[in-house]
């Protein structure tokens, strides 16, 4: 057997594993009306969608949703910025995984100038204390940021180009990804730095190694869950791939410059 296969297989053990540790703790949710909203941010080509999709693959569709919301309409666009995310917040019971959020307007909308600095300003402001109210709700919050090398990035926005299956993943902000990166990484750094807090903390995943990346969110992801029966049975995530977000990260090389 090759080193490839072997990993391979050790990786499709080891995920198969957490799979079913989240099923119980699906379970587990259920029974106690847990309400649970993970949100992944990241670099475009980061993995969000993949690790997304490992998370709720086995899990009940009813009770664990993936909200990527489209562009806003004119309409929409008028309302306070949070209103378009409310609705689609957890009820009793439920899991909902936003495969982008309402950090849009410290990202995307940042670099490309789709909102105002006032707008932004105002979002910085708020998010923590919006994020506050739904912990004071019960609802869980965990925050992912993926992060990724410009080299990798690149090299998986060219992979989306060359591969038919993935053309649906393209879009005409890719090329700005690449052109614009010390741009997004401002951002991030902005976000990270305004919306960091002991109540919702941030916490960084290491991305350029997609399995071993998706495998370590969902080890962090169960500890923060903390169902009892089977938080305490899967290893911790490596702190190489997953660690909370410090200011000292912006340095020492944690996350790309």
């Known amino acids: ?18 799979q079913i540790a989240l099923i119980h703790s699906q379970r587990w949710a259920m029974e106690k009306g847990k309400q649970l909203v993970v949100i992944f941010e990241g670099r475009d080509a980061a993995g969000k969608d993949g690790t997304i999709a490992r998370i709720v693959q086995h899990l009940s569709k009813r009770n664990a949703r993936v909200v990527a919301l489209p562009k806003p309409s004119d309409r929409q666009a008028t309302w306070w910025w949070f209103q378009r995310y409310v609705e689609h917040l957890p009820a009793a019971g439920e899991w909902v995984l936003f495969n982008r959020s309402w950090y849009n307007r410290a990202g995307v909308e940042v670099v490309m100038g789709f909102s105002t600095p006032e707008q932004q300003e105002e979002f910085l402001r708020n998010a923590p204390d919006f994020e506050r109210l739904l912990t004071e ?3 869980q919050i965990v925050k992912y940021w993926l992060d990724i090398s410009k080299k990798e990035q690149d090299e998986r926005l060219e992979r989306r180009k060359e591969d038919p299956l993935r053309s649906m993943k393209t879009s005409p902000l890719d090329v700005e990804a690449q052109k614009r990166w010390k741009d997004y990484s401002k951002a991030r750094d902005e976000m990270l730095l305004r919306t960091h807090s002991a109540v919702t903390p941030w916490t960084c995943v290491r991305a ?50």
């Open 137 to 139: 709700s019960n609802i």
């Open 1 to 18: 057997m090759s080193k490839t296969q072997h990993d391979d297989d050790a990786y499709e053990k080891d995920l198969e594993k957490l």
């Open 208 to 257: 350029d190694h997609k399995k071993k990346a998706r495998l370590n969110v969902i080890r962090h992801l169960l500890h923060a869950i903390n169902c009892p029966k089977v938080a305490h049975d899967v290893d911790l995530p490596d702190p190489d791939v997953v660690f909370e977000f410090e200011k000292a990260a912006l340095k020492d090389g944690r996350l790309e410059p």
